[in-house]
């Protein structure tokens, strides 16, 4: 089936057609038999790269420019959401406006009902039908894009409901996964028409490694040359003709070590005009602030054609790794299985080290198998490979023939809804009341109907459920219930519309419901108290110290907490990790610098921003409860603290980060050398300002503009995923 002979607009045949998209592959002409160009539901149920994304396309855009509507898309993270942004782009030659909104949940954004198409992850879109924007009601088309994360405990819910809420309006709906269990049943919830292929555009071979030999689903059996142990075996017969591995391994700490073992591998093979790619590659890796021990590991292994690659990496610097593996620079790549879940990064020979994963409560259990075949699909690069080859390694015979039957040729498992928990009914019954979807336990099952959850479990179960959570809501004053009515309070309206659980909105009202004011550690510690706070692991040895600080730093709190938990061993432990990542944060607002506190700490660049990410959102809900609540005391501080998380400063600086483009590191710099305000700056000129550390004219002349007043020109450079200010040396990319 040709794409001209679709009934799409010229311009989208143009667009498609310079994507070099001529004909489409059989999944995608099934889709379009299936009626998805006539507004059909859709459940795209067919391996990674075979072109799912490309049906959404094509309902989105033909609706949307024949109607007149908005599209919704979305994804699960935010990552894949921006992949999605920067590729859905093209269409803006055909007259469309796409945005992407992933930030704020405490907003409607307005703004967006000027878009056609709009990508959002999953909580964003579930924050935004809680807010109820007008422009929700010409939304006529949804993608649900990797609708198997269903069964994720955290995120699955949030989809489920959102879907909801959101089919209560019968857009078209386009599902979009790659195999799973019961993709039958998935269709049949979204009253969708199924698609479900095993076809690939490369062809995918899956095998076991064992003593020198694949064994392979197609029955060949493969000798692999012995080069050391057997993942530098594999990775030196696959780069030897040509290819690219991708190594799947459980930890951060494998992946490094990994790569440490297989730079001597790929080291080997790299020629003269690949080193000396490689070699700019590394020289900008070591560049990008901030400049911990990461960027030094990291660059002396690509520098010999290998990486890793963990959530631990800043963004910007997983960007330059994805980037140079997708444009075949860098030849081998070590992972944690975060990347099977997240960005496209196809490779010849997808190696999978550990099919087993540490579980706290059971020791070191079996993968799933859906989960084996997220990362065994990314096998085979269009256009580059034959096929693709995905390899799992034994050590024995035993081991071989158990891989070959519990993963090689086993089906996916079925997905199953998480919604029924206890947090979730009581976190999605809030929301459903209060912002005006249910008025009554009839409208609640009305809307719980429209889940998954309510085919899996019964209206039964379910209803039990939900009674336990309206107990407890209206226990917690959050709801009200009277004969069969259902009513948010003021409260409980707030809680929902920020997004949070309410076992956090309770936390912060314990303690900020007092008297007592408390000091900048303390107001810290409470936000990590909350349930919505990821916490800091405390390692062995570490307890005692935590505790000395605790005691010393929150004197107030500690006498609270003292009595609270000093009983409780389990809530002892929260209370300390807690604590814990309040030291964190804590030396992020003293201006510690990120080099020192990840070193400090032993994490990732990239956990210190969703750290800092985390807490600053739960500060924000802190003081708008505190506003509900009529708490003045704990107000000013609170908001004032939510500035200082947000930038990384001390308090003598806030004023100077109010300026686009400067950050803690240049403020201080500013006001180290006397401009300590706005209006100090304002009597400076640019070239006294170039003369100072880290500030180029460009900068200079923004600055200058900006504390004058004057409209200044969209800031050009890529968007990063954390909303955060990047560090130093990238602000220049910005203004460049
Ligand atoms: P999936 O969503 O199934 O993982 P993608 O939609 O990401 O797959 O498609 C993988 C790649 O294949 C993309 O680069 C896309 O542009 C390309 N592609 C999709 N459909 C076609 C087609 N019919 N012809 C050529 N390339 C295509």
């Not at 954004?109 to 422009?135: F, G, M, N, Q, V």
């Not at 019961?182 to 979204?190: F, P």
């Not at 010393?552 to 009983?567: H, T």
Request: hydrophobic share 40%; net charge neutral.
């Amino acid at each position: 089936m040709k794409i001209d002979s679709l009934p799409i607009p010229q311009q989208v045949k143009e667009i498609l057609r310079k994507e070099g998209i001529e004909r489409l592959y059989p999944p995608q002409r099934e889709a379009i038999r299936a009626g998805v160009l006539e507004g059909e539901n859709i459940v795209m149920a067919t391996p990674t790269a075979s072109g799912k994304t490309l049906i959404a396309e094509l309902a989105m855009v033909k609706k949307v420019l024949e109607e007149g509507c908005i599209a919704l898309y979305l994804s699960p993270l935010k990552a894949l959401a921006y992949e999605k942004y920067e590729d859905f782009k093209k269409y803006e030659k055909a007259g469309l406006k796409i945005a992407i909104t992933t930030g704020d949940y405490d907003s409607s954004d307005p703004w967006l009902s000027e878009y056609d198409i709009i990508i959002a992850t999953y909580e964003k879109a579930d924050s935004l039908t809680r807010h109820k924007p007008p422009w929700l009601n010409h939304v006529k088309v949804v993608v649900f894009d990797e609708i198997h994360l269903i069964q994720d405990g955290h995120r699955g819910p949030v989809l489920e409901i959102t879907a909801a809420k959101l089919l209560r309006n019968s857009p078209q709906v386009v599902a979009l996964s790659a195999t799973i269990g019961n993709a039958d049943e998935i269709a049949s919830w979204l009253n969708a028409k199924l698609i479900k292929s095993e076809w690939r555009p490369v062809p995918l071979k899956e095998g076991v490694y064992y003593n020198g030999t694949v064994y392979f689903n197609d029955g060949s059996e493969v000798q692999i040359p012995i080069k050391g142990d057997p993942i530098s075996s594999l990775t030196y017969d696959c780069l030897s003709s040509g290819g690219q591995v991708l190594v799947f391994t459980s930890t951060r700490n494998g992946a490094v070590r990994l790569a440490k073992k297989l730079k001597k591998v790929s080291s080997e093979m790299l020629t003269l005009s690949e080193r000396t790619n490689l070699r700019k590659i590394a020289e900008e890796i070591a560049k990008t602030p901030p400049q911990t021990k990461l960027n030094r590991e990291l660059a002396a292994l690509v520098q010999e054609g290998c990486s890793f690659h963990h959530a631990g990496l800043p963004y910007s610097l997983r960007k330059i790794i994805e980037k140079s593996f997708r444009s075949n620079i860098i030849k081998v790549l070590c992972a944690t299985t975060t990347l099977a879940a997240g960005v496209n990064l196809p490779a010849r020979r997808v190696i999978i080290q550990d099919y087993r994963r540490y579980d706290p409560s059971f020791g070191y259990v079996p993968i799933p198998v859906l989960e084996y075949k997220q990362m065994a699909g990314r096998a085979g690069r269009p256009k580059y490979d034959k096929q693709g080859e995905a390899i799992l390694l034994s050590k024995t015979l035993d081991e071989r023939d158990y891989l070959l039957k519990e993963y090689i040729y086993a089906k996916p498992e079925k997905l199953f809804s998480k919604l029924s928990a206890e947090k979730n009914l009581r976190i999605h019954t809030l929301a459903l009341v209060a912002s005006g979807y249910a008025e009554s336990y009839e409208d609640l099952m009305q809307n719980f109907s429209l889940t998954l959850c309510f085919r899996q479990i019964g209206r039964q179960l379910l209803l039990e459920g939900i009674k336990r959570a309206i107990d407890f809501l209206v226990k917690s004053n959050l709801l009200e219930a009277s004969d069969s009515l259902l009513k948010a309070t003021p409260l409980g309206k707030r809680v929902s519309d920020l997004y949070i659980d309410p076992l956090t909105a309770l936390t912060l009202l314990k303690y900020l419901g007092g008297k007592t004011v408390f000091n900048d550690y303390e107001y810290l510690l409470i936000i990590c108290l909350t349930p919505d706070m990821q916490k800091m692991y405390l390692k062995r040895g570490e307890r005692k110290v935590v505790e000395a600080l605790l005691m010393k730093l929150a004197p107030q709190l500690f006498k609270i907490l003292e009595a609270e938990v000093y009983e409780d061993e389990y809530e002892y432990e929260f209370t300390l990790a807690s604590a814990k990542t309040a030291l964190l944060l804590f030396d992020w607002i003293e201006e510690v610098p990120e080099e020192t506190i990840v070193e400090k700490y032993d994490i990732g660049p990239g956990d210190l921003y969703a750290f800092v990410q985390t807490a600053e959102w739960i500060c924000y809900a802190a003081s708008e409860i505190c506003k509900i609540m009529g708490s003045p005391q704990h107000l000013k501080k609170l908001q004032e603290l939510r500035s200082r998380i947000k930038h990384g400063v001390k308090r003598d600086l806030l004023d100077l980060v109010r300026i686009e483009g400067i950050g803690r590191v240049r403020a201080r710099i500013l006001a180290n050398y006397g401009y300590r305000s706005i209006d100090a700056l304002k009597k400076a000129s640019i070239k006294d300002l170039v003369r100072l550390p880290l500030i180029g004219p460009e900068l200079a002349r923004r600055i200058i503009a900006c504390v004058r007043g004057e409209k200044l020109p969209e800031s050009s450079g890529e968007k990063i995923e954390e909303e955060y200010e990047p560090s130093v040396e990238t602000l220049d990319k910005y203004f460049s």
